[in-house]
């Protein structure tokens, strides 16, 4: 493994302001930690990409990440998770630590939910991947899941943020006969976490949502922690950057931080 110092970032990548849900939870659990978010605001959302193209954005992303001398790049996206976390490892390989936001809340629901029916919602790249469903079966925990995928979601959180004309979609894709009579239910969307007030809001309290951001956090911590990585010292910068500028994801880091963020522009694809 490359030889790193604590004071090195924590370089942090979606499509769009999904991620922000999990780098809010990362400043809040790690306040000294210095952070590089990289928003491909041009390819949003992941999630109705090909496997392939959502490699090549990865791939691309985790090489400016290591320019930007990173010591942990956190892939914090499920289509990306899904599809790219093996290839980015590889290419990583030992220049930096490599995570994604799927490990973390599939061991969470191994301790949590044991011989329990959890439902999960996530775009159709995450829910066709069949890797939460691998994983989990793989545990042998006695635990029944059932995926639904939400395409539309993630679009129309990044235009509409938590108003309500997201609600009509929520009560199209929740009443789902599949996503009846849980015990829990995972946002396996970065973007999700946005619009959870309105999902606990439908299920009436009467089902736990499993929100990934802490779980995701927490991890992140843990494992700096287990490398001696960890900032105690840092005063926490954070430094934006995205492939392509929308007004959807300036607004958002103003909101999920409230201070006046600023964001270059790095085109990545140009």
């Given at each position: 493994?490359?030889?790193?110092?604590?004071?090195?970032?924590?370089?942090?990548?979606?499509?769009?302001?999904?991620?922000?849900?999990?780098?809010?939870?990362?400043?809040?659990?790690?306040p000294n930690e210095n952070l590089i978010y990289f928003g491909d605001t041009a390819h949003l959302p992941y999630g109705d990409k090909s496997a392939a193209a959502i490699q090549a954005?990865?791939?691309?992303?985790?090489?400016?990440l290591l320019?930007?001398?990173?010591?942990?790049?956190?892939?914090?996206?499920?289509?990306?998770?899904?599809?790219?976390?093996?290839?980015?490892?590889?290419?990583?390989?030992?220049?930096?630590?490599?995570?994604?936001?799927?490990?973390?809340?599939?061991?969470?629901?191994?301790?949590n939910y044991a011989h329990k029916h959890v439902g999960l919602i996530g775009t159709k790249q995450t829910v066709n991947s069949n890797v939460y469903k691998k994983k989990i079966d793989a545990l042998n925990a006695g635990i029944t899941l059932t995926s639904h995928p939400t395409n539309l979601l993630a679009s129309a959180i990044e235009e509409f943020g938590n108003r309500d004309v997201i609600d009509s979609l929520l009560n199209e894709y929740l009443s789902h006969p599949s996503l009846q009579q849980m015990d829990a239910l995972v946002l396996a969307c970065t973007h999700y976490p946005i619009v959870k007030d309105k999902i606990i809001h439908y299920y009436q309290n009467k089902i736990a949502i499993i929100d990934p951001s802490d779980i995701i956090a927490r991890n992140v911590k843990k494992r700096l922690e287990h490398d001696h990585l960890l900032n105690q010292n840092g005063v926490g910068t954070k430094?934006?950057?995205?492939?392509?500028?929308?007004?959807?994801?300036?607004?958002?880091?103003?909101?999920?931080f409230n201070e006046d963020i600023s964001l270059e522009h790095y085109p990545l694809w140009e």
């Open positions: 493994m490359t030889k790193h110092t604590a004071s090195q970032p924590i370089g942090i990548f979606d499509s769009g302001i999904g991620g922000l849900t999990v780098a809010k939870a990362i400043v809040n659990q790690l954005y990865s791939i691309k992303i985790a090489h400016m320019q930007q001398k990173c010591k942990l790049i956190l892939i914090a996206c499920n289509s990306a998770s899904a599809a790219a976390y093996e290839l980015v490892k590889e290419y990583i390989a030992s220049k930096a630590i490599v995570m994604n936001v799927i490990d973390p809340v599939v061991h969470f629901v191994r301790d430094h934006f950057y995205i492939s392509d500028y929308t007004e959807s994801f300036a607004n958002g880091t103003k909101l999920f």
